[in-house]
Nanobody, 117 residues
Framework: QVQLVETGGGLVQAGGSLTLSCAAS????????MGWYRQAPGKQRELVAV???????TYADSLKGRFTISRDYAKNTVSLQMNSLKTEDTAVYYC???????????WGQGTQVTVSS
């Protein structure tokens, strides 16, 4: 099993930047894909960005250019650098991990990001 813990959320002003981090523990050698999702009030949880062990990355079209995902394999962490934040980015951000050869996803507890106008 894998445990995920997100940190770095908080309150920021529109136009500002924030970096989220996710630390994985447990069966980390089995992790293939790691990524970030978010859920705003009243909306479905949506993809923010994901990356696999081959280095491929996928971003939500609306976020490409503002958000950057990176992974540190030695530390078993994945980060999300968020720039030029907008009020629409306000959401709970969740870390996600998928294990090799499975359709099993693990989720962190989420971290709140609030962007003020």
């Amino acid at each position: 099993q894998v445990q995920l813990v997100e940190t770095g959320g908080g309150l920021v002003q529109a136009g500002g930047s924030l970096t989220l981090s996710c630390a994985a523990s447990g069966s980390t050698v089995r992790i293939n894909i790691m990524g970030w999702y978010r859920q705003a009030p009243g909306k479905q949880r949506e993809l923010v960005a994901v990356t696999n062990r081959g280095g491929s990355t996928t971003y939500a079209d609306s976020l490409k250019g503002r958000f950057t995902i990176s992974r540190d394999y030695a530390k078993n962490t994945v980060s999300l650098q968020m720039n030029s934040l907008k009020t629409e980015d306000t959401a709970v951000y969740y870390c996600n991990a998928e294990l090799y050869g499975t359709a099993s996803y693990y989720w962190g507890q989420g971290t709140q990001v609030t962007v003020s106008s």
